[in-house]
């Protein structure tokens, strides 16, 4: 496993620590807004996780290689404790932390996700990316095109977007590792593994339009995390805490201002 550190950004100096998650082919930015609120009270720390954003490209993408590059990142920091907050696959990373490192972590916030495996979904945005990066001259509104063919989604075209990075050949290339995510991309399918549950609260917001969370995911939840509550926020689909920002930010606040002093 790499020692390498994931790439972040550090945005208060509150006396508690939260650490926020992106993700699937997102980076640290997507939680940016976020972040500046809940800087405001707390110490925020915002990663790009592995083969995203500009954090280090490495094979690999299960759960627990994911939870501890974040563990790795609080000893880096001398951080003992922190709260994780995660969305959709950055979401599993902070279960599977809490999960591997008890002690480590005070309670986590889940945004749309649940403990479970997930068929594939991502066919035409591996299509999409794959044809894109194809022709690396492209200028940006050609590359939307593209991705546009393949996804209908304007808020997924908009994120892939954010990763085109320019290179100083005067090119462009995607800023994830897009040969390692398509190559894990069954690991981060996979559900958080453990023997043991974790006994932290766990709070899961679950997106009112969004088949993400179903009540099937009812019984590993419980299994796992016995302590969890769940809320809907209403009106929201997969990207609640884009749809639905301030909604998700008194939540989040409400829950991780009743952590420990």
């Avoid at 976020?34 to 490495?58: C, I, K, M, T, Y």
């Amino acid at each position: 496993m790499s020692e390498r550190l994931l790439h972040c950004q550090t945005l208060g100096d509150g006396a508690r620590t939260v650490v926020l998650l992106h993700g699937l082919f997102g980076m640290s930015a997507n939680l940016g807004p976020l972040a500046r609120e809940l800087a405001r009270q707390w110490r925020v720390l915002l990663p790009d996780l592995r083969n995203h954003g500009r954090s280090f490209h490495a094979p690999g993408m299960r759960y627990r290689e994911l939870a501890a590059d974040v563990v790795r990142l609080l000893d880096a920091h001398g951080i003992e404790q922190a709260a994780l907050l995660g969305h959709s696959m950055g979401g599993k990373v902070a279960m599977q932390a809490a999960l591997d490192h008890p002690r480590r972590v005070t309670r986590i916030v889940v945004a749309d996700i649940a403990p479970v495996r997930y068929e594939p979904h991502h066919g035409p945005v591996f299509a999409a990316l794959r044809e894109a990066a194809a022709d690396t001259l492209a200028d940006r509104r050609a590359t939307q095109r593209i991705l546009e063919r393949h996804i209908t989604e304007a808020g997924v075209v908009a994120l892939m977007l954010m990763n085109r990075a320019h290179d100083t050949a005067g090119g462009w290339h995607w800023r994830f590792d897009l040969d390692a995510i398509e190559s894990g991309y069954a690991d981060i399918l996979a559900a958080p593994v453990s023997e043991a549950a974790w006994e932290g609260p766990a709070l899961f917001l679950k997106g009112e339009l969004s088949d993400y969370i179903t009540a099937a995911a009812r019984e590993p939840t419980a299994r796992l995390f016995p302590h969890a509550r769940l809320k809907v926020i209403a009106g929201a689909g997969h990207w609640l805490h884009a749809e639905k920002p301030a909604v998700f930010l008194r939540l989040a606040r409400e829950f991780l201002a009743a952590g420990p002093p």
